[in-house]
């Protein structure tokens, strides 16, 4: 991968496959990062050529080739790659001689399952999570008592702050299929939560143009070309 010189840190972490650049400026701030041993807390930092970048203890280096995966998320597991209160991790799901490198697009809570993407391509993740990108996520929520139309109205008209859905579709007294364009953490939990319900179980089946589908649960798949770049494309469009 070429990269012109100097460029800065957080970019940098980025093409290594830190994460995307959002995470890598929060690594950056929480002194996680050292450059040529010294830890650096400013984003803005230039990164050369030459220079020896760690995030952790561990080293950075431009990877050579990128992935994309979709995987269906198991209940238990966490899209984090490091936490010492946690044992199944969700990337360990992915079989593959660079597993390590990858990251979560965005985040699914433990209790939480379905559609999440693993990367190495930070620029990529950064324009699909990134919040002005407007990309469509859609889940199944299954509530623990009947659902109330008015409820669901008030949130769709960004009356239950600070969240809002972008559309929903009632399937049963306790199943509503919901769309959402934001990515704010536990979000539909906690719109839930003030409505006054328990949510019983959430799935995310869809983001942007890719579909969750037949694909089992624990499972995954490299994604399309296609489904790549159209993803790439409809960010990009709203950025």
Same mark, same amino acid.
């Given at each position: 991968? &070429? %990269?012109?010189?100097?460029?800065?840190?957080?970019?940098?972490?980025?093409?290594?496959?830190?994460?995307?650049?959002?995470?890598?400026?929060? #690594?950056?701030?929480?002194?996680?990062?050292?450059?040529? =041993? &010294?830890?650096?807390?400013?984003?803005?930092?230039?990164?050369?050529?030459?220079? %020896?970048?760690?995030?952790?203890?561990?080293?950075?280096?431009?990877?050579?080739?990128?992935?994309? #995966?979709?995987? =269906?998320?198991?209940?238990?597991?966490?899209?984090?790659?490091?936490?010492?209160?946690?044992?199944?991790?969700?990337?360990?799901?992915?079989?593959?001689?660079?597993?390590?490198?990858?990251?979560?697009?965005?985040?699914?809570?433990?209790?939480?399952?379905?559609? %999440?993407? #693993?990367?190495?391509?930070?620029?990529?993740?950064?324009? *699909?999570?990134?919040?002005?990108?407007?990309?469509?996520?859609?889940? /199944?929520?299954?509530?623990?008592?009947?659902?109330?139309?008015?409820?669901?109205?008030?949130?769709?008209?960004?009356? *239950?702050?600070?969240?809002? %859905?972008?559309?929903?579709?009632?399937?049963?007294?306790?199943?509503?299929?919901?769309?959402?364009?934001?990515?704010?953490?536990?979000? *539909?939990? =906690?719109? #839930?939560?003030?409505?006054?319900?328990?949510?019983?179980?959430? /799935?995310?089946?869809?983001?942007?143009?890719?579909?969750?589908?037949?694909?089992?649960?624990?499972?995954?798949? &490299?994604?399309?070309?296609?489904?790549?770049?159209?993803?790439?494309?409809?960010?990009?469009?709203? /950025?």
């Amino acid at each position: 991968m &070429k %990269i012109d010189y100097p460029v800065r840190l957080q970019v940098y972490l980025a093409k290594c496959g830190a994460g995307s650049r959002r995470s890598c400026e929060q #690594f950056i701030q929480a002194g996680r990062v050292k450059v040529n =041993n &010294k830890r650096v807390t400013e984003a803005g930092t230039k990164v050369e050529e030459n220079d %020896i970048v760690y995030v952790d203890d561990v080293l950075m280096e431009v990877h050579e080739r990128d992935y994309y #995966f979709a995987l =269906n998320k198991p209940r238990g597991y966490v899209c984090t790659n490091k936490d010492p209160f946690e044992t199944q991790y969700a990337r360990d799901l992915i079989d593959i001689e660079d597993r390590d490198l990858l990251f979560s697009v965005g985040r699914l809570d433990k209790d939480s399952q379905g559609l %999440i993407f #693993f990367t190495n391509d930070g620029d990529w993740a950064n324009l *699909i999570t990134h919040p002005s990108s407007q990309t469509e996520k859609e889940y /199944i929520v299954r509530t623990d008592r009947d659902l109330v139309k008015k409820d669901l109205d008030s949130a769709y008209r960004g009356e *239950i702050k600070p969240y809002r %859905i972008k559309s929903y579709k009632l399937v049963s007294k306790r199943e509503v299929h919901i769309v959402l364009t934001e990515g704010k953490n536990r979000e *539909i939990r =906690n719109m #839930f939560d003030l409505m006054g319900y328990n949510v019983k179980r959430l /799935i995310r089946v869809r983001i942007g143009s890719v579909e969750l589908a037949d694909l089992p649960s624990g499972m995954y798949r &490299k994604l399309t070309r296609a489904e790549v770049e159209g993803l790439r494309r409809a960010a990009e469009g709203r /950025i």
